[in-house]
């Protein structure tokens, strides 16, 4: 399979713990993003990745939340101190940075989180 | 006023018609226009891009832009109920360094009746 992976699917924890996610994108993109969508609405821009440096956060990515991309190549999303309203699914794209640039993303099958 | 409006549906149409999604959008910076297809629990699947006024054809979708009256649409010919799904329209702004950051509506459901 070629296109973008995240690991866990689903992910159940309770409040005040930590989690993780894990993204591998199309392995010639070298743009990455993570959005955030929770029911009834559309996916949230959380923040993006050109290679290795992480370009853009918007406000939504508090405190808790920190990504990287270390190597350039796969991503991790962790949230610290979870609380009920994180839960949603967590969705990993990624684009090819190339002159064309159509900003066509190819989404994952994202990481559903429950916080209890 | 929100970025991106669409109307959350549900919208109903029998097998074999056509099925009209809309969406309307603030930003007139806006350059490029998606519609991604998201199945219950999935992830969001990229089914059309439009880049300048006019429409645009694939199979049974036509997208058609009209960026004077910040309007997307998309136009399914002969629904299918595979085609019961969520429609999100998405409009793209150009980030430092070239990334993309697409805003997306809320999404329309349609539901394909046989």
């Known amino acids: 399979d070629t296109g973008v992976s995240q690991d866990p699917r689903h992910k159940i924890t309770k409040r005040g713990q930590n989690v993780t996610f894990r993204c591998d994108p199309i392995s010639e993109h070298n743009r990455l993003y993570w959005y955030r969508q929770t029911l009834g609405q559309g996916p949230e821009f959380l923040t993006y990745f050109q290679n290795e440096a992480q370009l853009e956060k918007s406000r939504l990515l508090s405190d808790r939340f920190s990504a990287e991309r270390p190597k350039g190549s796969f991503s991790t999303l962790e949230i610290q101190r979870t609380e009920q309203g994180d839960s949603a699914m967590y969705l990993c794209?990624?684009?090819?940075?190339?002159?064309?640039?159509?900003?066509?993303?190819?989404f994952g099958e994202g990481s559903r989180l429950t916080v209890l | 006023q929100k970025e991106v409006e669409q109307n959350s549906g549900p919208l109903s149409v029998p097998e074999g018609a056509i099925a009209s999604l809309n969406c309307t959008y603030s930003?007139?910076?806006?350059?490029?226009f998606f519609w991604y297809r998201q199945y219950s629990g999935k992830s969001p699947e990229l089914i059309m891009s439009i880049y300048s006024n006019g429409d645009k054809e694939d199979g049974r979708f036509t997208a058609q832009l009209n960026k004077a009256s910040q309007y997307v649409s998309l136009l399914i010919r002969d629904s299918q109920p595979s085609d019961s799904a969520t429609y999100l329209c998405a409009v793209n702004r150009i980030l430092t360094g070239g990334g993309n950051k697409l805003t997306f509506g809320t999404g329309t459901q349609l539901k394909v009746e046989l």
């Open positions: 930003d007139r910076g806006s350059q490029s």
């Open positions: 794209a990624s684009s090819k940075g190339d002159r064309a640039n159509t900003g066509e993303l190819f």
